[in-house]
């Protein structure tokens, strides 16, 4: 029999009913090759199934019973199917389990008295009894197949309507068999670092004959997604540099008056980083440049240095901020510092337009003394108003993606890009999000800032605390207190606030507190922050809109209410808004009885204040979920990788296309072909991605 080549459509090839088709074109699998990648999401050892559980247990345990009994029950609109699955096996001491599925009618057609169930889910107590609810569940129907899902390491593939996870198995089992594996694209180079390249990889990565080969398997197929991620990048990176660009080489003599009149000595860190981007932006091409340090670390005046580089040679400078807020108080502070030089500043938001020269047209061209425009992420979508945009720096790049920094650098006027992080990113991200990129590194804290208290208290000490704070208010300080949502919700049951703001006033009476969230109008928040910046509110009862940027150096104290509730991340993004004068500062982290992983992430913040340790444990906390591999990215699927566990692979396949795009920059080598083709469909799907 001729084997078929990895292309070939499914649809028509006679193993493939012809009822299955729809439901593997909404998995996105057409041909073979697509159903070859479509990996396991688990695998279960079914040479010995778990013992039927005595109790409740927070680890997922894989069953094969019999079923027992069925019922179906209505109460009002909700409708209840039950199985009773026993251990055929397990006598008398092996005690029943319900499994249960909630509003699901069409399980009742599936699962029949008799039948034989492989099971797998969390035992949970319901009603004295032990309850699976809504397990995933296969049907042993026939001895024929057995031999496929039983007595063996048994991959789990994502299943669909219209194909449970049975059905994929049978027909990858078919594809192995009739496809021309070795007719599969491999981008891993024979021959270089690593472990050879497994012939039968395929085979090992859904029906391994144990758990090691599995593993090996698995690790091949990685280092093939990763050196694609990398050779993609790495691709892009070069591209920029190549493309030409604008040598904006500036004076110096604007910074090194700003310079002088600063309040404070930069860092020697903001001072190297401030020398890089500008000989980055000095020579002739496209800057495309990842500016990262940790909460307070300085990087706005970094950033207003290039900024005034790019006036100076005669471009204009847009910063995009992600909120409103931001926006406005960027403004506010370039305007402080740029208005005794004449160099003109513009604010562009959805609802405040203002220049500092007092102009109508706040883009009207004036190439003696282009503008520096402030403004949120709409600013990109206004760019056809930009007469020469110079350098477009980006705040808070997560909520920016590479497309949109695509489009910015294709620009006609070829802007030099710097994109700024909110908090540190680990390392395995960086590489891999930001691989495109040049990157510096802010590494040090200005002087003079005072140290920052953590504490993890639970909600009955509030009492306690509130006697502190009402001190430290006399003394003339001020105070943020955070929550989670603006108002109470039905289903969550956390503190708003809304709710909480009427309480905090009479808690704190003479003291004026004020309130802001974002479904505050523009004007209204705009006034209550201007307030509290100049002292006259006390207090700020806030949601997470003062999470990024606010900087009221008189601000020493910080309540975040339901802690638990935010990321580790947000948590230190918020509390890197107080600290930032010269007296000692407390954050105080609230909690009503957090355990386990909620507790734990308190629990690092109280340890450490550096932003790169917090991010390295909370990606070892959270994992890295779909980090890349979204449209937002332009990147391929990380497939069975994993950011955290792979950290090694995704190190190597990167040190690997530099070095490959190094010895051979267009990919022109022969045995370089499969390369070259994987990097132009990218650039293909990326433009129509683009639009």
Not at 97 to 119: A, F, S
Not at 469 to 496: N, W
Not at 588 to 613: M, P, Q, R, Y
Not at 675 to 680: A, H, K, Q
């Amino acid at each position: 029999m001729s084997l078929l080549p990895p292309p070939t459509a499914l649809e028509g090839l006679p193993w493939v009913p012809s009822s299955r088709v729809a439901a593997l074109r909404r998995l996105g699998l057409l041909t073979l090759e697509d159903l070859l990648r479509h990996f396991p999401r688990r695998y279960e050892d079914r040479r010995k199934f778990d013992r039927f559980p005595d109790g409740p247990s927070e680890t997922a345990a894989c069953l094969f019973g019999v079923v027992k009994k069925t019922s179906y029950k209505r109460f009002g609109p909700r409708r209840i199917f039950e199985a009773i699955l026993e251990d055929e096996n397990g006598g008398l001491l092996s005690n029943p389990i319900t499994l249960r599925w909630y509003n699901m009618p069409w399980v009742q057609k599936m699962i029949l008295g008799g039948h034989r169930l492989v099971v797998y889910g969390k035992p949970r107590e319901r009603s004295k009894r032990l309850v699976i609810e809504h397990p995933e569940f296969e049907v042993i129907e026939d001895e024929a197949g057995a031999s496929l899902h039983f007595d063996r390491i048994t991959p789990v593939h994502g299943a669909a309507d219209g194909l449970p996870a049975h059905i994929a198995r049978e027909l990858i089992h078919h594809a192995l068999e009739e496809t021309d594996l070795s007719a599969i694209p491999r981008l891993w180079p024979e021959g270089r670092t690593g472990a050879p390249l497994l012939p039968d990889v395929w085979r090992a990565v859904h029906f391994p004959l144990d758990m090691a080969e599995c593993e090996a398997a698995r690790r091949q197929l990685v280092r093939d997604v990763f050196f694609g991620i990398q050779l993609i990048l790495a691709s892009r990176h070069a591209s920029v540099k190549k493309n030409g660009g604008f040598a904006r080489l500036g004076t110096g003599i604007l910074w090194k008056q700003v310079e002088t009149n600063l309040p404070f000595a930069l860092t020697d860190s903001q001072l190297l980083v401030m020398e890089e981007i500008s000989m980055d932006m000095a020579a002739p091409h496209r800057m495309n440049r990842l500016l990262q340090g940790d909460v307070g670390s300085g990087k706005t005046m970094v950033a207003l240095r290039a900024m005034i580089q790019a006036h100076e040679s005669g471009w204009q400078a847009a910063l995009m901020a992600p909120t409103q807020i931001l926006a406005e108080q960027h403004y506010l502070n370039f305007r402080r510092i740029l208005d005794p030089l004449e160099i003109p500043v513009v604010l562009r938001t959805s609802s405040r337009r203002e220049d500092s020269m007092g102009r109508v047209d706040l883009f009207a061209a004036n190439p003696s003394s282009p503008a520096i425009v402030v403004g949120t992420h709409a600013l990109l979508y206004e760019g056809a108003e930009f007469e020469r945009l110079g350098l477009v720096v980006i705040d808070e790049q997560h909520k920016f993606g590479v497309l949109q920094r695509t489009r910015l650098i294709e620009r006609a006027d070829a802007p030099d890009v710097l994109v700024m992080t909110a908090t540190p990113i680990p390392r395995t991200i960086t590489q891999t999000l930001y691989g495109d990129l040049d990157v510096s590194v802010l590494k040090h804290r200005p002087a003079g800032r005072g140290r920052i208290v953590t504490a993890v208290r639970d909600v009955e000490k509030l009492p306690a605390i509130v006697d502190f704070l009402r001190g430290e208010l006399t003394a003339g300080r001020q105070a943020y207190i955070v929550y989670p949502l603006i108002e109470e919700s039905e289903k969550l049951d956390v503190k708003a606030a809304t709710v909480e703001f009427e309480k905090w006033c009479a808690l704190l009476n003479p003291h004026a507190v004020g309130i802001v969230h974002g479904r505050i109008d523009p004007e209204s928040k705009e006034s209550v922050m201007r307030d509290f910046r100049e002292g006259r509110l006390a207090v700020l009862v806030a949601t997470t809109v003062i999470e990024v940027g606010v900087d009221v150096p008189n601000a020493t104290i910080m309540i975040i209410e339901e802690a638990a509730r935010f990321g580790l991340s947000q948590l230190h993004q918020l509390r890197g808004r107080i600290g930032r004068g010269p007296e000692k500062s407390w954050c105080i982290l609230l909690h009503d009885g957090a355990i386990g992983s909620g507790l734990e992430k308190l629990e690092v913040l109280e340890k450490t204040s550096d932003g790169f340790e917090i991010a390295e444990a909370d990606l070892l906390l959270r994992g890295p979920g779909d980090i890349i591999g979204t449209a937002q990215t332009g990147l391929p699927s990380l497939g069975l990788g994993d950011l955290i566990r792979d950290s090694d692979i995704m190190t190597d396949a990167r040190k690997l296309a530099l070095n490959i795009l190094e010895e051979d920059p267009e990919l022109r080598n022969s045995s370089h072909v499969s390369m070259r083709n994987y990097v132009l469909k990218n650039a293909i799907q990326q433009e129509l991605s683009a639009g």
